[in-house]
């Protein structure tokens, strides 16, 4: 198995939210995903002025069985679209690919 986490910082926190519930949308129509598991920190969850500003708004963890599957999910027109609406809303991100 291939775990791909993707971790997002958003120019405007409060984009973390819709692009939660977009990266969810793509379970069950991107076959090349096994498992999909995505959620804003709790410091913009919660937007509690006690908390901590995040270093990262977001995190994406998908996994996939093999490097082909990952490679599918990536080039998947669904994955595209969602990485178009993300694209000019991110401030930062950073990826690690591992086996599990």
Request: some cysteine; hydrophobic content about 45%; overall charge negative.
């Amino acid at each position: 198995m291939i775990s791909h986490v993707v971790l997002m910082r958003f120019i405007e926190p409060a984009d973390a939210l819709p692009a939660r519930d977009l990266l969810q949308g793509m379970h069950g129509r991107v076959a090349e995903i096994a498992s999909l598991t995505v959620d804003v920190d709790l410091a913009v969850a919660e937007q509690g002025p006690d908390l901590p500003l995040p270093q990262f708004h977001l995190c994406l963890i998908t996994t996939h069985t093999s490097r082909e599957e990952l490679r599918g999910y990536q080039d998947h027109p669904v994955h595209l679209e969602a990485a178009a609406w993300l694209r000019p809303r991110l401030a930062g991100r950073a990826v690690v690919d591992s086996a599990v």
